[in-house]
């Protein structure tokens, strides 16, 4: 069929590209590149506000092969249009979207759920150790028991953060029991051990990713994440050392501001110190 570049000719596609007018160096511009701006421009109508077609379903739209379809797919996942993990239909990035507050006590838990997204954490270690580090983050002696979780966090079954956080066991150790599969960490802290976190400091940060962590969260090579730290308090005393990598083109910080007040948020002194930070929010 002329000017469809459709590559199965028995085959009459839904949708109809351009020809495949020259580009640089006076060649035809590739089919899978045309699927990709029709594709774009499909985006940017908002045409797959409820959903994002499969592999299949966009071979029979535009009748070309699987191979044209995962090609144009791929550089709209490197652009952070869509999303797609494996075994997992395409979808808008917009849908895995989680805005979150600056300056105010916040469970990522509840941010994604906000959202109107389904909440869910893969535990990847639950247990009571020693990290000196950690420790001194914490006020206390170096040998200190700690208890330490460590999960993938998702946001409708696709990677969005990976989050760990050191607790003494002292206080905590009833949490060895509890299922962070679908709960919430302050939730199960409140109710099984009678504490609840009333402030603290937070460090959010750009960062490159390793390639260990790119796969992790199934982070595209050219997408950035970032990096937060938090110490958390409970009536003045620290309670909770946290450190969370996440998607940077799923995540934005917002903040509030006013002409008397300005923004209710500090700017971080070089160097940062964390355990001399203000109980104000820090960027």
Known sequence: MAGT?????????????????????????????????????????????????????LV??????????????RELRKQGLVTAGRGRQPRPSEEAFVEQPLGALYSLFASVEAAGLEQR???RTLDVRADAHVAVRLGLEESTPLLYLERLRLADGEPLAHDRVW???????????????????????????????TGGQERIRAVVPTPAERRLLDLPPDIA??????????????????????????????ARFDARAGYSLGLAPTPVRLEHWSTRAVL
């Open 167 to 197: 607790l003494p066991a002292q206080d905590t150790r009833p949490l060895l029991d509890a299922d962070f599969d679908r709960t919430a960490l302050y939730g199960e802290l409140a109710r099984r051990c009678g504490l609840r976190l």
């Open 225 to 254: 994440a970032f990096s937060i730290e938090r110490l958390g308090l409970a009536s003045g005393r620290a309670l909770e050392w946290r450190t969370t990598l996440i998607r940077g083109d799923r995540f934005s910080a917002t």
């Open 121 to 123: 954490s893969v535990v």
């Open 5 to 57: 570049g459709s590559e199965h000719g028995s085959t009459t596609p839904k949708r109809v590209l351009p020809k495949g007018s020259e580009g640089p160096g006076g060649r035809g511009i590739p089919l899978w590149q045309r699927v990709q701006d029709d594709l774009r421009t499909r985006l940017e109508d908002g045409e797959f506000t409820g959903s994002f077609p499969g592999e299949h379903e």
């Open 60 to 73: 029979a739209q535009y009748g070309v092969s699987r191979h044209t379809v995962r090609e144009a797919l």
